[in-house]
């Protein structure tokens, strides 16, 4: 059985990873002024940054269910079985509903699969279903691959501000923090598939160096794959990726990646991002 794997931008997989396994990837957008502009190909995340810091209205939309139904039937034409579905968590964005209904009408078997996660956090749920369904699994050995990676797989992330969090309206459980923003530097996760506050610092030095610390005791001495995004913050995120390669001893792959123009509109410049995921 030949079991097609898709996915949507939000994952943020490394271009080599897409081409080896032959993954689809369905786009979102994002809509800056009156421009509608497809994650990946026409909107950067640099302009995104740009438009946020000159306070133009930047939101984001799902794919409509016509992307994922043509995804679908290209699968099917190109000899697949079936085909398993994975995307950011139904919280965030309506593109699970879409899959789920252009599922409904597809000429062969299509699972979707709500991750609850966004970003490599659902890039590494995506990678674990694309290797068991490359060794021949089944599509219920693939999604079960899938989900125990997500039930393993933790994201941090801290932010300069909880302004674009709240103006996107993905802020969640966060927005207990809102009264003391401009006296905190808070410190995020993802549980349950929602920002979750964990942790406020009065600094961003010492935010970035508690993230430090939460990665490295998350990851334990284990066997890890570790990603640390950012968005517009390049030389702090090598500077972490480095710190955490001299300090996690059962490190496998260290990934360091720009969150692209979806999460970028949300998050805002100063992102700083770690996700730590167990073989």
Do not use: N, W
């Not at 931008?9 to 009156?34: F, H, K, Q």
């Not at 269910?65 to 965030?92: C, N």
Request: charged share 20%; aromatic share 4%.
């Amino acid at each position: 059985m030949r079991v097609a794997i898709v996915t949507d931008s939000t994952a943020y997989l490394p271009d080599e990873a897409v081409l080896r396994y032959g993954i689809d990837v369905v786009p979102l957008s994002v809509v800056m002024g009156d421009e509608v502009l497809t994650e990946g190909s026409g909107a950067s995340s640099a302009e995104v940054a740009q438009a946020l810091q000159r306070r133009v209205q930047v939101t984001t939309s799902r794919p409509g269910p016509e992307a994922f139904a043509a995804v679908y039937r290209a699968a099917a034409a190109a000899g697949a079985d079936a085909v398993v579905s994975l995307h950011l968590s139904a919280e965030f964005s309506g593109t699970y509903e879409a899959a789920l209904l252009a599922a409904a009408g597809a000429p062969l078997p299509v699972r979707v699969v709500d991750t609850r996660m966004v970003a490599m956090a659902l890039g590494y749920c995506v990678l674990t279903a694309a290797e068991t369904a490359s060794a021949g699994g089944t599509p219920d050995e693939v999604v079960a691959a899938a989900e125990k990676r997500a039930a393993e797989t933790t994201g941090f992330f801290y932010v300069d501000t909880l302004e674009y969090l709240r103006r996107g309206g993905r802020i969640g459980p966060a927005r207990a923090l809102l009264g003391s923003a401009l006296a905190v530097k808070p410190l995020l996760h993802l549980q349950d598939g929602r920002i979750q506050p964990l942790e406020k610092v009065r600094t961003s030095s010492r935010a970035i160096a508690r993230l430090e610390e939460i990665a490295i005791q998350q990851a334990g001495t284990g066997e890890v794959d570790v990603t640390v995004h950012h968005l517009v913050a390049e030389e702090r995120a090598q500077i972490l990726a480095e710190r955490l390669r001299e300090r996690i001893p059962g490190l496998r792959e260290l990934y360091v990646g720009e969150v692209g123009a979806v999460i970028g509109a949300h998050v805002g410049p100063g992102l700083l991002a770690v996700v730590v995921s167990p073989r």
